[in-house]
């Protein structure tokens, strides 16, 4: 069963009635359970129109576990909205009820209808507040809409991205296959990458880290964006010899050895391993040095999964990084600037390959 994780609200009254009922109808739907709920909070409205700014709400957090589809699950959940007399005709009006699919089961879903993780849940109180109360981690991922509307917002938005698809590295290459290529389907993949930015905005500056697919990882995304680049400037800072790596040939030997996602593991949770620096010092290294090379309003820096799945962890945008969520070609982290110099994060999940490499056995 599929965990899906639901907000309600209400500011009509009976408001304590409205969101039993609906309690009560998500525990009815087929294949459905609801597993844990939250205490109700009482918050002031937020973005409501002025007529209706004294309505408070009362807010819950709904845990349920079903066997439905994200959408199916969606789309029932609509239609308690409006078994409970839920009226659209304002935006942002007065709602007997509200309910808001935060997240299901860490799906990223981006479609006219429903874009999953909620794609505003950690900017609301009412909802990390609950779920904070239930012992309740939510993964900051996100798909690339989310970059379209920070950018939409005036905000600046640098992506740390993973290369695309490259051949298999020799084991025994002690330059972790500095000189590979892209494979045809990693040319395509980025070409892709950049069609789903494109018109975002004209100001992008792209950086790679120096290995040759991570400079045409970033060749090939400009290509899909349209932007014209002459040449990509590259900064090992960003790859290599970021602020993560002590000793690059002692992770080398760790990558050779057939235990790396082992003891990449260790390094994540425990926070320390050969080869690497401290990670919570490192992550904020890394995160400073990157936004202050950052100049333009989209920033596309192509780096390396193990530099992502640390930044992720130390920056807990994910809780825990494993072989099923670690980052897969074309996946980045954003680091969201806003203009009065505030930062937000999210990791972006491209959607583009499936496994942890995206070749399969082949990687």
Same mark, same amino acid.
């Given at each position: 069963?599929?965990?899906?994780?639901?907000?309600?609200?209400?500011?009509?009254?009976?408001?304590?009635?409205?969101?039993?009922?609906?309690?009560?109808?998500?525990?009815?739907?087929?294949?459905?359970?609801?597993?844990?709920?939250?205490?109700?909070?009482?918050?002031?409205?937020?973005?409501?129109?002025?007529?209706?700014?004294?309505?408070?709400?009362?807010?819950?957090?709904?845990?349920?576990?079903?066997?439905?589809?994200?959408?199916?699950?969606?789309?029932?959940?609509?239609?308690?909205?409006?078994?409970?007399?839920?009226?659209?005709?304002?935006?942002? %009006?007065?709602?007997?009820?509200?309910?808001?699919?935060?997240?299901?089961? !860490?799906?990223?879903?981006?479609?006219?209808?429903?874009?999953?993780?909620?794609?505003?849940?950690?900017?609301?109180?009412?909802?990390?507040?609950?779920?904070?109360?239930?012992?309740?981690?939510?993964?900051?991922?996100?798909?690339?809409?989310?970059?379209?509307?920070?950018?939409?917002?005036?905000?600046?938005?640098?992506?740390?991205?993973?290369?695309?698809?490259?051949?298999?590295?020799?084991?025994?290459?002690?330059?972790?296959?500095?000189?590979?290529?892209?494979?045809?389907? !990693?040319?395509?993949?980025?070409?892709?990458? %950049?069609?789903?930015?494109?018109?975002?905005?004209?100001?992008?500056?792209?950086?790679?880290?120096?290995?040759?697919?991570?400079?045409?990882?970033?060749?090939?995304?400009?290509?899909?964006?349209?932007?014209?680049?002459?040449?990509?400037?590259?900064?090992?800072?960003?790859?290599?010899?970021?602020?993560?790596?002590?000793?690059?040939?002692?992770?080398?030997?760790?990558?050779?050895?057939?235990?790396?996602?082992?003891?990449?593991?260790?390094?994540?949770?425990?926070?320390?391993?050969?080869?690497?620096?401290?990670?919570?010092?490192?992550?904020?290294?890394?995160?400073?040095?990157?936004?202050?090379?950052?100049?333009?309003?989209?920033?596309?820096?192509?780096?390396?999964?193990?530099?992502?799945?640390?930044?992720?962890?130390?920056?807990?945008?994910?809780?825990?990084?494993?072989?099923?969520?670690?980052?897969?070609?074309?996946?980045?982290?954003?680091?969201?600037?806003?203009?009065?110099?505030?930062?937000?994060?999210?990791?972006?999940?491209? !959607?583009?390959?499936?496994?942890?490499? %995206?070749?399969?056995?082949?990687?």
């Amino acid at each position: 069963m599929t965990r899906a994780i639901v907000s309600l609200g209400s500011n009509l009254e009976p408001r304590t009635v409205y969101l039993a009922r609906a309690r009560a109808a998500l525990a009815a739907l087929p294949e459905t359970r609801v597993v844990a709920a939250s205490s109700v909070l009482e918050t002031e409205p937020v973005d409501v129109p002025d007529a209706y700014a004294d309505l408070a709400f009362l807010n819950q957090v709904v845990v349920c576990e079903t066997d439905l589809g994200a959408q199916d699950f969606a789309r029932r959940m609509h239609a308690i909205e409006d078994a409970l007399g839920r009226v659209r005709t304002v935006r942002n %009006g007065p709602r007997t009820i509200d309910l808001d699919l935060v997240d299901f089961g !860490g799906l990223v879903l981006e479609t006219p209808e429903l874009t999953l993780p909620h794609p505003r849940a950690h900017e609301r109180d009412f909802v990390m507040r609950p779920l904070a109360e239930l012992g309740l981690a939510l993964n900051r991922e996100v798909g690339p809409g989310f970059v379209r509307d920070q950018l939409a917002r005036g905000n600046r938005v640098l992506l740390v991205v993973r290369h695309s698809e490259r051949p298999k590295i020799d084991g025994e290459d002690k330059t972790f296959g500095a000189a590979l290529p892209l494979t045809p389907e !990693g040319e395509r993949l980025c070409l892709a990458y %950049g069609r789903l930015l494109k018109g975002a905005t004209d100001d992008v500056q792209f950086r790679a880290s120096p290995l040759r697919r991570t400079v045409l990882t970033a060749q090939f995304i400009a290509k899909g964006l349209g932007s014209k680049v002459s040449e990509i400037p590259t900064d090992a800072a960003i790859g290599n010899g970021s602020a993560f790596i002590a000793d690059e040939l002692q992770v080398w030997e760790l990558f050779r050895d057939g235990r790396f996602f082992e003891k990449m593991g260790d390094y994540l949770e425990r926070g320390t391993q050969v080869g690497f620096n401290a990670l919570g010092p490192s992550t904020k290294a890394f995160e400073d040095y990157c936004v202050s090379q950052f100049t333009g309003r989209l920033g596309v820096f192509t780096s390396h999964d193990v530099y992502l799945a640390a930044y992720a962890k130390g920056s807990g945008i994910l809780a825990s990084v494993t072989k099923d969520n670690w980052p897969r070609f074309l996946d980045a982290i954003a680091i969201v600037i806003r203009p009065d110099g505030s930062r937000d994060r999210a990791f972006v999940r491209a !959607g583009l390959t499936d496994g942890i490499c %995206g070749v399969g056995a082949k990687a």
